[in-house]
């Protein structure tokens, strides 16, 4: 569908921002982040032994892929994980002075799960002081120790204090939000509580947590259903809110995250399926909906895309439609 500027797109159109091209396949599971002038999206690797792709753009439509985060998965993930093939879905985040790049070390179905961390001074490629260094895994589950969680898809937030905590999880009994140490951007020493924030009943398709703070509420995004099944993907956005960091969240019509609820934000609609894992970008003003779905007109290869995001009367939030470009994006 090639969208133009008519009325419920005039806004997008004139504001220049146009449809993601450049290298923008196989990217899956991503989150965002600016130093300066330069956006960069961290995403799941693709091959087996590939740890986290880095991309970049200076307007967040034109993207490059510049490398990897290490050339080899740490030697911990397999002696962690034996099962594991590659590292996924990534957060990035800024804490005391560096970049911290949490991501997930785990197989497909299996909760024998880790999320590892790296820090590093720059994100600049170019820069001397530019280096991964692995910090090691921050918090791991195992069906050994009947974890009834699956320590994947990070997320980082900070509280209206700045300190960080981390929300997570994938399946088993849903999501979940830990609080870190500024210090170390590894767990809490003393305050080690595990707080559930959302479910679903068996079989507990929910993943993907992202909290994003706006105007004194707490919004978390979660991915409903099944991805990582090409054009037959279901994934579908989802969101609640929270006047607390630690919930409970509700949906539009009052109903508990942690009861099966959630809003509509995004679902399939023409080559766009299964859109999910999303990060939210908060930026000059304006927020952007960062999120991988399986475009249906390249026989379902996951694919990074871009939204406005924008918020009703009432305070919920609205994606928009990405513009198609000169170039023949759909």
């Excluded at 330069?38 to 995403?43: E, N």
């Excluded at 879905?89 to 497909?108: K, M, N, T």
Aim: hydrophobic letters at 35%.
């Amino acid at each position: 569908m090639l969208f133009r500027c008519a009325a419920v797109t005039a806004f997008l159109c004139s504001s220049g921002v146009l449809a993601q091209t450049g290298d923008v396949r196989g990217v899956h599971d991503p989150c965002i982040i600016r130093q300066d002038s330069t956006y960069y999206v961290f995403s799941t690797g693709r091959g087996r032994g590939e740890s986290i792709q880095i991309r970049r753009s200076t307007d967040l439509r034109r993207w490059e892929r510049i490398g990897v985060v290490f050339d080899d998965l740490p030697v911990w993930t397999r002696e962690k994980v034996p099962r594991v093939r590659n590292l996924w879905a990534p957060d990035v985040a800024f804490l005391g002075g560096r970049y911290h790049l949490y991501y997930s070390v785990s197989s497909f179905g299996s909760n024998q799960s880790c999320i590892g961390l790296a820090t590093n001074a720059t994100l600049d490629p170019a820069a001397e002081n530019y280096e991964w260094v692995d910090q090691g895994p921050v918090i791991c589950t195992s069906p050994e120790a009947r974890d009834n969680f699956n320590a994947i898809d990070p997320q980082i937030v900070l509280d209206e204090h700045g300190e960080p905590w981390m929300s997570l999880g994938s399946f088993w009994s849903g999501l979940q939000l830990v609080r870190l140490a500024p210090e170390t951007g590894k767990r809490h020493a003393t305050d080690t509580a595990i707080r559930p924030l959302a479910t679903r009943p068996p079989p507990g398709a929910i993943e993907a947590p992202h909290i994003h703070r706006r105007d004194g509420w707490h919004y978390l995004f979660v991915s409903f259903d099944h991805c990582c099944r090409g054009v037959r993907s279901d994934y579908r956005i989802m969101v609640g809110r929270s006047k607390s960091l630690e919930g409970p969240y509700v949906d539009r019509e009052g109903t508990p995250l942690l009861e099966g609820g959630g809003t509509l934000v995004l679902e399939s609609d023409g080559h766009v399926r299964g859109p999910g894992h999303n990060a939210v970008l908060s930026d000059a003003g304006r927020d952007w909906l960062v999120h991988h779905f399986y475009d249906a007109g390249a026989r379902g290869v996951p694919t990074l895309q871009i939204r406005p995001l924008t918020w009703d009367a009432d305070g919920w939030p609205r994606a928009g439609e990405p513009v198609a470009s000169a170039e023949g994006s759909r």
